[in-house]
């Protein structure tokens, strides 16, 4: 499962040769930006699941 500001890695890393990316909304679409260049993409929730690799760090271990 993914929550708002983890930091994921996907399938792909991004063009700017980073594969780090934090969530930054998360709703019926998903937003994700690149740690390094600030890049910023929107997708669905379907293709965000499907393209995500996984989750490098938890934004809040509270569970
Ligand atoms: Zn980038």
């Known amino acids: 499962m993914f929550d708002l ?3 994921v890695e996907m399938k ?3 063009a700017c040769g980073a594969n780090r990316w934090q969530i ?5 679409d998903i937003k994700i930006q690149c740690t390094q ?3 910023i993409v929107m ?3 379907r ?3 499907r393209k995500m690799k996984k989750v490098l760090e938890k934004a809040a271990d509270s569970e």
């Open 43 to 45: 997708m669905s929730r």
């Open 24 to 28: 930054i909304r998360v709703g019926a």
């Open 12 to 14: 792909k890393p991004h």
């Open 47 to 49: 293709d965000f699941t």
């Open 5 to 7: 500001n983890d930091i």
């Open 37 to 39: 260049c600030q890049h």
